[in-house]
T-cell receptor
Framework: DQQVKQNSPSLSVQEGRISILNCDYT??????FLWYKKYPAEGPTFLIS?????DKNEDGRFTVFLNKSAKHLSLHIVPSQPGDSAVYFC?????????????FGKGTHLIIQP | DAGVIQSPRHEVTEMGQEVTLRCKPI?????LFWYRQTMMRGLELLIY????????DSGMPEDRFSAKMPNASFSTLKIQPSEPRDSAVYFC??????????????FGPGTRLLVL
C-alpha cells in the first residue's frame, strides 16, 4: 500500500513559469520528507528536504511546502528551466532517522516546454 | 568522489538464468540499500544493510532473490532463477546513517535488467 502518493504522472510547464509538484502521504508518523530528481539513465539525486517541524524550506529556485493537517506537501520551482525536465520523487523515511530506507511515491514527470 | 558504482549497467538474460548485480557504495558510508523500480510499483526497497549486516529483507519479493554484503565496499543482489517479471531497473544506494538525523541517500546509476 502506497504511503506516499504522487497522483500526477506527468506535468507540462512553460519555461519561466512556476512548476508545482504535489505529494500526499497517509502515515501521520512521517516526520521528514525528501524530494529526489531523476534524469533518464541516471539514479535519483537528492534535491531538497523538509522536517515536519517546519512548513516551508527554500533552496534557490526550489521551495517545499508542508501542510501536516492535510498530509500534503508540494515542490515549487520558480522559474522553471529546461534542465528541470526530469522525474521528481517524493519520499519519506520508513522510520525516524531514515537509516532503514525510504518509501517513495511513483514520481511525476516534469516537462518544461520552451 | 566516485559515487555509488553499479555493474553491469544493462543486463539481458533468458528466463531461468542466474543474474548477479553488483554495487560499490561510497567509501565511509555504513548503510547500503537495494531498490527496484518498475512502472507498476515505482521505487521500492528490497533490502538494506547496516555495517554489512542485513537488517530488513522484507521487501525481497521471493526466495529467488538474495543479497550479500561481504565487506564495506561491495554488495551483490542475485536472482536465481530469473523470470520475465523481474525485468526492472535495480538501484543501489548508500548513506552514512547516524542517530538523530536523516542522512541523504546517494544512488548509483542503476542496472537495467531485461529477462526474456
Amino acid at each position: 500500500d502506497q504511503q506516499v502518493k504522487q497522483n500526477s504522472p506527468s506535468l507540462s510547464v512553460q519555461e519561466g513559469r512556476i512548476s508545482i509538484l504535489n505529494c500526499d502521504y497517509t502515515n501521520s508518523m512521517f516526520d521528514y520528507f525528501l524530494w529526489y530528481k531523476k534524469y533518464p539513465a541516471e539514479g535519483p539525486t537528492f534535491l531538497i528536504s523538509i522536517s515536519s517541524i517546519k512548513d516551508k524550506n527554500e533552496d534557490g529556485r526550489f521551495t517545499v511546502f508542508l501542510n501536516k493537517s492535510a498530509k500534503h506537501l508540494s515542490l515549487h520551482i520558480v522559474p522553471s528551466q529546461p534542465g528541470d525536465s526530469a522525474v521528481y520523487f517524493c519520499a519519506a523515511p520508513r522510520r525516524w532517522g531514515g537509516a532503514d530506507g525510504l518509501t517513495f511515491g511513483k514520481g511525476t514527470h516534469l516537462i518544461i516546454q520552451p | 568522489d566516485a559515487g555509488v558504482i553499479q555493474s553491469p549497467r544493462h543486463e539481458v538474460t533468458e528466463m531461468g538464468q542466474e543474474v548477479t548485480l553488483r554495487c560499490k557504495p561510497i567509501s565511509g558510508h555504513n548503510s547500503l540499500f537495494w531498490y527496484r523500480q518498475t512502472m507498476m510499483r515505482g521505487l521500492e526497497l528490497l533490502i538494506y544493510f547496516n555495517n554489512n549486516v542485513p537488517i530488513d529483507d522484507s521487501g525481497m519479493p521471493e526466495d529467488r532473490f538474495s543479497a550479500k554484503m561481504p565487506n564495506a565496499s561491495f554488495s551483490t543482489l542475485k536472482i536465481q532463477p530469473s523470470e520475465p517479471r523481474d525485468s526492472a531497473v535495480y538501484f543501489c544506494a548508500s548513506s552514512l546513517a547516524g542517530r538523530g538525523r536523516v542522512e541523504t541517500q546517494y544512488f548509483g546509476p542503476g542496472t537495467r535488467l531485461l529477462v526474456l
